[in-house]
């Protein structure tokens, strides 16, 4: 969503400075070019390397740079940004802003900007709720700055209570609503997503499972999020990072996901990306490991998993208003995948090739079939990531019938 968007981001001094640098890697992770300006408090705690080195671009940090004014760089900084985002923001330079000083790079900047300014707040609990504080934050909202935080609870200086920076996913998000003029499509949408195998254990050391790597569960609960819905990702043993924005349960068997996804209802979408293993030991784990014998291959008492798509879809009070499952096959792709969604009961079935040939599981590309109601719509090859941006699309459009 942030693709070709220039965000200026000014740290501030604070504790909280280190947090500056994880939310400059996310805003790139998202498309946006980053450029940092780091106050001289902000120095006292991350360097301008540090912020250089992560950002690809020169950090900033002085108003009578030779090099830099030679070309009015402090009036450059400030219109070459689509948005000004000051993370953390001390009481001082918020104190700044609100009164029009200009005494160092990051208030003259601030001064001479002509674009949108997003301020995190970070300080002290009394320092936040002193009169003079909150004074400054009405005048900088009456100004048109953006707020977003702080957070409350234990803080650097072992005080609770208000003056916490803003967690990283809640800053990006404030981001893209900025960019988004506010109105994402999904915002205030509850979506459940499921991805990655389950391991269903045979004894200590053994399990049965599914090869699923996750990589497409996670990218579309990312994709989701990112269209502003608020998404919990039950997921399997997988060794993928959390998407933004995202809250993760993580489980290992199809029993443990099961009850995860009944804890999550109400949502307003469940997607089952999941490759849920289909039977389960009959009598539970074996407390020991299973041995050869003379006897020859021992056999395996299974019963049947839950079947969370098909419980899902079949509620009788509560459902989804939209239902998407997952049909991962190795022949007859279409055909079985159409089976499939009249068996379970869902909305949406979005079938692909999983055979070896197609090097879907595991891999970083996907080719997909979405099948409805209305009939099958087959889309090309392309990566995960990019098949999830458009699923979280149809999943929005589908909603909006």
């Not at 250089?52 to 030679?70: H, I, M, N, R, V």
């Not at 019963?303 to 939209?322: A, F, Q, T, V, Y």
Request: charged share 20%.
């Amino acid at each position: 969503m942030l693709d070709g968007k220039r965000i200026l981001l000014i740290i501030g001094g604070g504790v909280a400075a280190y947090k500056s640098l994880d939310l400059a890697r996310r805003l790139m992770e998202r498309g946006a070019s980053v450029r940092g300006v780091l106050t001289p408090g902000g120095q006292q705690f991350i360097t301008p390397l540090s912020v250089a080195s992560l950002t690809g671009d020169e950090c900033y940090t002085d108003l009578f740079s030779l090099k830099d004014e030679a070309e009015m760089g402090h009036i450059r900084l400030s219109r070459e940004a689509d948005l000004v985002l000051i993370a953390p923001a001390t009481a001082d330079l918020m104190a700044k802003m609100a009164n029009g000083l200009a005494n160092d790079l990051a208030s003259t900047i601030l001064l001479a900007t002509d674009k949108q300014v997003m301020v995190a707040p970070a300080m002290n609990a009394e320092m936040w709720a002193h009169k003079a504080t909150q004074r400054n934050l009405e005048t900088l909202k009456r100004d048109g700055v953006l707020m977003v935080g702080p957070g409350a609870g234990m803080l650097a200086c072992g005080e609770v209570g208000p003056g916490r920076l803003a967690e990283v996913p809640d800053m990006v998000a404030a981001v893209e609503d900025f960019f988004a003029g506010g109105a994402r499509p999904l915002s205030g949408k509850k979506i459940i997503v499921t991805a990655g195998p389950t391991h269903e254990p045979i004894d200590p050391v053994r399990y049965i499972a599914n090869r699923s790597s996750g990589k497409q569960g996670f990218a579309l609960a990312g994709a989701l999020a990112d269209l502003g819905a608020d998404v919990t990702l039950v997921a399997g043993p997988v060794s993928q990072d959390t998407p933004i924005g995202v809250n993760r349960v993580d489980v290992q068997t199809a029993l443990e996901m099961d009850a995860a996804v009944t804890t999550a209802l109400p949502v307003d979408v469940a997607v089952c990306v999941a490759a849920v293993a289909d039977w389960r030991m009959q009598a539970g784990t074996m407390g020991e490991k299973l041995k050869k014998s003379k006897d020859g291959i021992p056999a395996l008492d299974l019963c049947e998993n839950p079947d969370i798509l098909k419980g899902l879809s079949s509620m009788s009070e509560g459902r989804p208003g939209l239902v998407v499952g997952f049909a991962a096959e190795t022949e007859k792709v279409i055909e079985y995948a159409r089976a499939k969604r009249e068996r379970k009961g869902c909305d949406i079935i979005i079938a692909n090739d999983v055979s070896d040939a197609s090097g879907v599981m595991g891999g970083a590309d996907n080719q997909v079939h979405v099948i409805t109601g209305d009939g099958v719509d087959s889309w090309p090859t392309m990566s995960k990531q990019d098949v999830a941006v458009r699923l979280a699309q149809t999943i929005a459009g589908a909603l909006d019938k």
